[in-house]
């Protein structure tokens, strides 16, 4: 397991996948590690299963509030960009 954090993004790695969390857009994308990087799709709708088990894992794993915070932070902002159709 590998966990990765920048402002704007949180990520972890196990068994095979890659789930991202991106805290300027607050989107999430899941990855097959085992795919070539140019040839990868988004599998979150298709491993919503997988998707949901890795982001709670994140969540442990990060300090409390850490995961919660960094996804509240921007909520306003995220909410104003859906609205004006950048989202």
């Known amino acids: 397991m590998t966990i990765a954090a920048t402002p704007?993004?949180?990520?972890i790695v196990q068994d095979g996948?890659?789930?991202?969390?991106?805290?300027?857009?607050?989107?999430e994308s899941l990855w097959d590690t085992s795919i070539a990087p140019t040839e990868r799709r988004n599998l979150l709708r298709?491993?919503?299963?997988?998707?949901?088990?890795?982001?709670l894992r994140l969540e442990s794993e990060l300090s409390d509030p850490g995961f919660?915070?960094?996804?509240?932070?921007?909520a306003a902002s995220i909410e104003r960009l859906k609205k004006l159709g950048y989202l």
């Not at 704007?8 to 990520?11: A, D, G, Q, T």
């Not at 996948?17 to 989107?27: D, I, Q, R, V």
């Not at 298709?46 to 982001?55: E, F, G, T």
């Open 68 to 74: 919660k915070l960094l996804r509240g932070t921007r």
């Open 46 to 55: 298709d491993r919503n299963d997988d998707a949901r088990r890795l982001r």
């Open 17 to 27: 996948l890659l789930y991202e969390f991106h805290a300027l857009t607050g989107t």
């Open 8 to 11: 704007e993004r949180v990520s």
